[in-house]
């Protein structure tokens, strides 16, 4: 039984450049959720993915945006990259319920110099 | 919103010491999970526990979730217990949140 996957695990950018991050969900699983995680810090959540549809978005810029797909798989996007986003990202997924426990992957570290 | 504390913020302890981790939060939840974090940065599933007592192996977890705490218990810590732990909570009230609030973390480092 697979977990929550994700890739790539390590991506350099340049500052202004775009990033798509991918991510697999446990099975059974139908809800994705992104974190970014800055060095020394909690993950903090930036969006959640249920039914292809945005259903919460935490405080993050325009520029960070997502999808998910009919198979529950799901991208981040994000554009004209800052320093600042330099981050470890991390998907997590959960059934649709609230009650549900999360569980993440072993996050993509994006590197912006 | 939700505000989520945790205690101590480091912690080092010898091989083979007992450790307990605490963390408060503002409001009612629905969830509330504690994460250990390695080296590598893997999140690491601990326990789903909103409430009561759960076991497993040398660790165990308590939720009170009336007085809005919850207690990480390491027994007979090893090196690999090393690492940052993560206490996350969602909030509990019909309509509530869907994102789960991190606390800073504890730093655990476990000395041979």
């Known amino acids: 039984d697979a977990g929550v996957t994700q890739s790539p695990t390590h991506l350099i950018k340049t500052r202004g450049q775009q990033v798509t991050l991918r991510c697999s969900p446990k099975?059974?699983?139908?809800?994705v959720s992104w974190y970014q995680q800055a060095l020394g810090q909690g993950p903090q959540f930036i969006f959640q993915?249920?039914?292809?549809?945005?259903?919460q978005r935490g405080n993050f810029p325009d520029r960070f945006s997502g999808h998910q797909f009919p198979n529950y798989s799901s991208e981040l996007n994000v554009n004209a990259l800052l320093l600042g986003d330099s981050a470890l990202y991390l998907c997590?997924?959960?059934?649709?319920?609230?009650?549900?426990?999360?569980?993440f992957g072993n996050g993509t570290r994006l590197t912006v110099t | 919103g939700i505000q989520v504390e945790q205690s101590p913020p480091d912690l080092i302890l010898q091989e083979g010491a007992n450790s307990t981790l605490r963390c408060n939060f503002s409001d009612s939840v629905n969830n509330l999970q504690w994460f250990h974090q390695n080296p590598w940065g893997q999140l690491i599933n601990l326990f789903y526990?909103?409430?009561g007592t759960k076991q497993n192996g040398r660790l165990s977890a308590t939720t009170v979730a009336t007085e809005r705490y919850s207690l990480l218990y390491i027994s007979s810590s090893q090196t690999t217990d090393s690492g940052v732990y993560f206490c996350?909570?969602?909030?509990?009230?019909?309509?509530?949140?869907?994102?789960?609030?991190f606390g800073k973390g504890t730093k655990l480092t476990v000395n041979p």
């Open positions: 997590a997924s959960s059934r649709g319920s609230y009650n549900s426990p999360l569980h």
């Open positions: 993915y249920y039914e292809e549809e945005e259903r």
């Open positions: 526990i909103p409430s």
């Open positions: 996350a909570v969602r909030m509990g009230s019909q309509g509530g949140s869907e994102k789960l609030v």
């Open positions: 099975s059974g699983h139908d809800t």
